[in-house]
């Protein structure tokens, strides 16, 4: 059974406009795949060509890149990302309870944004 | 006798995150937490037109600092020196922070974002860590220089030389901290977040010690299962991209322009982990730091520091002078979290005199010499580096008295 605590508190939920996988690569990301393209070097096999890295200019395409190179070297790395598990609130009262229906419904009506 | 928050630990956990300097994340705790050494408000830096601009709590999570600040050795010279050319006798003031930022192709009233700041009901979750827990007021980055050095100094204690974002070769008879720890018959992991984000520790370790390695969903199972490590080192994610079966990953890196929210959520999860198993949560000690500032400002001046025997040629820094490894680069957010630390605790730094100063070598520095006792190849810096555990006291808080985050 999951364990209640007595101090929660609730942690903003990241809109879904943040994420843009077509955004260009950082000098950060930049100098990670060039140092996976050193160890590419040492990894080819004969007849295999070296990936050319200066046509990586987005998060995606970097990341396509790094889960190939990273699964060659590591492939028990490839488990899915998964959250802590979810702590649970102390018991409500029923006024409490009432509330939290409340801000429920008030969710599904935004369900647009 | 060590105290019991010693005694009983078992595992030490440092989740680093990217880019952003101790003002800007935390500067605003000071007006009410005076002790914690942040803005006073009327903190300033001369823009292109030689107008004072003053620091800003309008810090936005995205979308502000879309040209990556700098924060290679020669834009942290400026940032630190205000432009003043190397030579004899010239002085930090850290009045180069927008100069540096304007380089960069952002307007005049673009580069003044570099002296925004966030309020704490901003940051939730870092907010609350350092208020309830232990913050640093004088932890450093290791060089005044960009990620990969600085990481390094994270992972061996040195940089050995380098000051860039190039790729280095370890020198023996120097050692990872993992290495060292398993060597010696214990156990330790960098656990990044997954295969699409990977590692920054590519060639050295991920190449040729990927025993070493874990994603952040074993991290997840580690502490649900009580198998997690003596000592774990986490990578946040650091590029969005597709998630299993059509979602959505985003950055949680916290690195410009990602954004700062998510970074908030993966903090929080992090510590959720060791928070909700009690086991754990009780023989743990968390920190959260950040490996560089990535170009914004903060207003105290990195002080000197042992030289750890390197030195990097002009022409590699980029400056016109050689850089010995005797000055720290710009401060960071640093925060320790133990039901052992009391809250509210701040670890003084350069504004007290009988203060501390922490930099990225204290980790393994602190690692070693709690987990292997007598190490004889730690490094120069390690050797002279603060124990970051020090605020560990006798007095386990009550369970109730600890927050945990709702997700």
Redo the contacts between chains.
């Keep these: 059974m999951t364990?209640k605590?007595?101090?929660?508190?609730?942690?903003?939920?990241?809109?879904?406009s943040?994420?843009?996988?077509g955004?260009f690569?950082?000098?950060?990301?930049e100098?990670?795949i060039?140092?996976?393209s050193?160890?590419e070097k040492?990894l080819l096999k004969p007849g295999q060509k070296l990936t050319d890295i200066s046509k990586i200019k987005t998060?995606?395409q970097?990341?396509?890149y790094?889960?190939r190179?990273?699964?060659l070297?590591?492939p028990?790395?490839?488990?899915?990302?998964?959250?802590?598990?979810?702590?649970k609130?102390p018991t409500k009262t029923a006024k409490g309870a009432k509330r939290k229906s409340k801000v429920k419904t008030k969710r599904v009506k935004r369900k647009s944004r | 006798m060590p105290p019991a928050g010693l005694d009983n630990l078992k595992h030490i956990v440092v989740l680093m995150m990217?880019n952003r300097s101790f003002d800007h994340m935390l500067g605003s705790l000071t007006k009410q937490y005076p002790k914690i050494n942040g803005l006073t408000g009327n903190e300033s830096n001369p823009d292109m037109n030689g107008t004072m601009v003053q620091v800003q709590p309008n810090a936005k999570?995205?979308g502000q600092l879309d040209h990556?600040p700098d924060h290679?050795f020669p834009g942290v010279d400026l940032q630190i020196f205000g432009g003043t050319p190397p030579g004899p006798g010239r002085v930090a003031n850290m009045q180069g922070f927008i100069k540096s930022y304007a380089t960069q192709g952002t307007s005049i009233n673009d580069s003044h974002a570099i002296m925004s700041y966030f309020p704490p009901k901003s940051l939730?979750?870092l907010t609350?860590l350092a208020t309830e827990f232990a913050v640093f007021n004088g932890w450093f980055s290791s060089i005044p220089g960009?990620?990969?050095c600085n990481r390094a100094f994270a992972h061996y204690g040195t940089s050995f030389g380098n000051v860039d974002?190039?790729?280095f070769y370890i020198q023996d008879p120097i050692q990872s901290i993992y290495e060292r720890m398993v060597q010696a018959g214990h156990t330790a992991k960098i656990y990044?977040?997954?295969?699409?984000?990977?590692?920054?520790e590519?060639?050295n370790l991920?190449?040729n010690q990927?025993q070493i390695?874990?994603?952040?969903?074993?991290f997840?199972?580690d502490?649900?299962g009580n198998t997690l490590p003596e000592y774990s080192f986490i990578e946040p994610c650091?590029?969005?991209?597709?998630?299993?079966g059509g979602g959505?990953?985003?950055?949680s890196d916290q690195?410009?322009?990602h954004?700062v929210?998510?970074g908030?959520?993966f903090i929080?999860?992090?510590y959720?982990?060791i928070?909700?198993n009690?086991q754990l949560w009780e023989t743990t000690a968390l920190l959260v730091v950040y490996d560089e500032h990535g170009g914004i400002y903060d207003h105290v001046v990195p002080p000197a520091c042992q030289s750890d025997g390197y030195s990097a040629t002009a022409d590699k820094t980029g400056t016109g002078e050689a850089f010995n490894f005797d000055r720290l680069g710009i401060r960071v957010p640093a925060i320790l979290v133990s039901p052992y630390v009391p809250r509210g605790t701040v670890i003084p730094g350069t504004e007290d005199p009988n203060g501390l100063v922490f930099e990225h070598a204290c980790i393994p520095g602190t690692v070693t010499s709690f987990f292997l006792k007598n190490y004889d190849q730690a490094t120069v810096r390690e050797k002279n580096s603060r124990n970051f555990l020090t605020p560990l006291t006798d007095t386990l808080r009550p369970d109730?008295?600890?927050?945990?985050?709702?997700?």
């Design positions: 364990k605590y007595k101090l929660m508190m609730k942690v903003p939920k990241t809109p879904k943040a994420y843009d996988h955004r690569i950082s000098s950060l990301i100098h990670q060039k140092h996976f050193e160890v040492s998060e995606l970097a990341s396509k790094l889960k190179m990273t699964a070297l590591h028990q790395g490839a488990d899915k990302p998964r959250r802590a598990a979810q702590p609130k | 990217e999570f995205q990556d290679h939730p979750v609350k960009p990620t990969i974002m190039n790729l990044y977040y997954d295969q699409q984000s990977s590692t920054m590519i060639v991920l190449k990927p390695f874990g994603s952040y969903s074993q997840v199972a502490c649900n650091y590029n969005d991209h597709p998630g299993p959505q990953v985003l950055a690195h410009p322009d954004n929210q998510e908030e959520r929080a999860n992090t959720n982990a928070r909700t009690q109730d008295d600890c927050w945990v985050f709702d997700l």
